[in-house]
């Protein structure tokens, strides 16, 4: 139909037979599968294949075929099909895999970085002159201390680590606050 034509470049349907049919195909070996296919089942539905148009431009199609056969004689009498062009719709689909892959390349960069900074924190409070510890600021326990921390408080680290700073200071601050208050204060 003019359609076939048009998507191939072809003026007419006597040009487009005069051209072999494999010149058609991005990879002419593809036809052969197609062709097999055809052989084997009878149909083929949701191909993707790499074309060729008149002008050498490639363009991607979805084809769908289907043999007719003569009803006398079984015989392939002609295949019945359909493509749909879907150059622009794959050139996405690549467009996506290529961000994909780069997302993915940054994460595990980011991933790393963050592992390296983590690890030289982690190095640095361990080996840290003072007593640290972190605490969860919506419940106000520890959740982690270095060894000093551990050796100041006198407590076992898993110990330490469900304690709150009221539980390990003294009931009153040496400016006479309570340690509760001056804990709620430091807290806000």
């Given at each position: ?24 195909y ?57 493509i ?10 690549d ?72 539980d ?21």
């Open positions: 139909n003019r359609a076939y034509l048009a998507m191939f470049g072809y003026a007419s349907l006597a040009e487009l037979q005069a051209v072999p049919r494999e010149r058609l991005g990879h002419p070996s593809v036809r052969q599968r197609l062709l097999a296919l055809l052989a084997r089942e009878g149909t083929f539905s949701a191909q993707e294949v790499e074309y060729v148009r008149k002008d050498g431009t490639r363009f991607w199609g979805l084809a769908s075929s289907r043999v007719i056969r003569d009803p006398h004689t079984g015989t392939v009498a002609y295949h019945v099909g359909a749909t062009d879907i150059t622009e719709t794959r050139r996405a689909a467009e996506i895999q290529s961000l994909n892959a780069t997302l993915e390349r940054r994460i595990a960069e980011r991933t790393a970085e963050l592992t390296a900074s983590e690890a030289s924190l982690r190095t640095l409070v361990e080996h840290a002159p003072e007593a640290i510890v972190v605490y969860d600021g919506d419940n106000g326990r520890f959740v982690s201390c270095n060894d000093n921390a551990v050796r100041l408080f006198g407590v076992a680290r898993e110990r330490l680590q469900s304690l709150t700073p009221v390990v200071s003294p009931e009153y601050q040496p400016d006479g606050r309570l340690s509760v208050e001056a804990a709620q204060e430091w807290l806000q």
